[in-house]
């Protein structure tokens, strides 16, 4: 009996460490466009600080930071900018892409 216990318990262990080295399933990327104005530029943190309108499928208007992981996109946005974005989201992570000054 002592056996079948040792037994069950080794089978337990190895099939949560098993299942504690498998990567969870990669959440798809979904895209949205956005148009706003760019309120402020973080260099340490490469983000942008964007007033925009509502992002159909995604969220209402407001004003918030979206980092921008191109540093060469990064680096030819400025403060007053209007602009026309990307808006990546994967999971919980967002960020803005295809960055294009708005007309």
């Known amino acids: ?22 990567n969870p399933p990669s959440q798809p990327v979904r895209e949205y466009q956005m148009s706003g104005e760019i309120v402020s530029m973080d260099a340490k943190s490469q983000t942008a600080t964007v007033k925009h309108g509502k992002i159909d499928g ?8 979206y980092p921008v992981k191109d540093k060469q996109a990064f680096t030819g946005l400025k403060a007053g900018e209007k602009i026309q974005a990307k808006v990546l989201v994967q999971g919980m992570n967002y960020w803005i892409e295809t960055v294009a000054e708005d007309k």
């Open 1 to 22: 009996m002592r056996r079948m216990r040792r037994f069950a318990l080794c089978l337990f262990w190895i099939s949560l460490l098993a299942s504690c080295q498998r």
């Open 58 to 65: 995604w969220m209402e208007a407001m004003t918030m930071e």
